[in-house]
């Protein structure tokens, strides 16, 4: 993300997201087609009360070909995990599938436990559109999604998608309901190809990914509560803690001493440029930063796809600076630790911004 990017508005949303019945929530996703806003309030997407739990597959879709800015490590240093910007490279699909009609297509391993039931799955994606190219936004609500060992499908955009446009970007997160497609295919290496990303350099450079939800039930796992949120909300740099956006996810009933995790979907966030944050406060009054040892507390938006600081599934091609796209799952439990009934999650952009686009949460619930 350039010096030069076009502060966003500052945000002071606050979204209360009470938990209901079993199943996706009425009203969450209208079949509106491929209507766009250029905001979209974060809103209770999924929530069930099982024995099961939450698995997640991800990649980004875009990286570095060659540096362009003459202090930028070198570009295969990045992929492995040094600090870099999107900015101070050409940027160029990612393609796995060796199939010419296709572009951008990467892979991700979907760890559903053998014996498993899905309950619920929804796609993720999204990006940058005007980086050395202008893409068209007509294409934001349609990906091509191939199940292990399949075929590709298409797959369109069944709710309102996010669409925002400044001077600098022009970035959009769409989403669909896949459970079928997800029950069909289950476990294993997962393909998502053509996403509606911008290729080529730019002040604010390219950026996009996908990731794949996946409620699932399992008679021998303990009994939690699993509930899904997403939205569309650019976070302003510079914001800080006042001005930052939360998410209160409520009715929960976890004992103390609970396990918990709690999972972030997000966009042009930079490995290295540091003051952006997710604090997590329990009804109890215990409050704590959210890190661990990929995503430090001060830099949590920092490029990375891991879980409690570690890769936790196979994704082709594996870089660990995916250069703006951040899928990450972080420990939820020492907020746990005094029991709670809701939790409040506030992230905070102090000298860079980003856009959030997904938060899912798995804990603990009494019998």
Known sequence: ????????????????????????????????GTRELPRVPFTQRYQAVQHGGLVRASNSSISCRKEVSPEAEPCAEVKRGAPGVNSDFEMFYSEVDKDPDTYNSTRAELKV??????????????????????????????????????????????????????AG????????????????????????????????????????????????????????????????????????????????????AAAAGSSGKVGVVAYDGDRGTLGDSLTVTADSGRRLSLSDAENPFNDVMNSTITEFGHPSFARQPEHMNNLGYDADVFDLSPALSGGARSLSFKFAGESQGNFLGVLFVQTDARR
């Open 1 to 32: 993300m350039g010096s030069s990017r076009r502060i966003l508005g500052t945000l002071g949303l606050l979204s209360c997201l009470i938990l209901s019945a079993n199943v996706p929530v009425a009203g969450a996703s209208p079949p509106v």
């Open 169 to 252: 970007s022009d970035a959009y997160q769409a989403s669909a309901d896949v459970t079928p497609l997800v029950r069909k295919g289950g476990a294993g290496m997962w393909t998502v190809a053509q996403l509606n990303i911008a290729m080529g350099h730019s002040e604010v450079g390219a950026w996009g990914g996908w990731t794949l939800v996946v409620a699932y039930e399992h008679p021998q796992e303990p009994l939690r509560r699993v509930s899904l949120w997403d939205g569309f909300e650019g976070l302003a740099a510079g914001a800080g803690e006042e001005a930052g956006e939360t998410v209160e996810v409520t009715g929960l």
């Open 113 to 166: 436990p053998q014996g498993a039931k899905v309950s619920y799955a929804r796609l993720y994606w999204g990006g940058n559109l005007r980086v050395g190219e202008q893409k068209p936004p007509e294409d934001n609500g349609r990906v091509l999604v191939a199940e292990p060992a399949g075929a590709y499908k298409e797959v369109l955009a069944d709710t309102v998608i996010g669409h925002r446009s400044d």
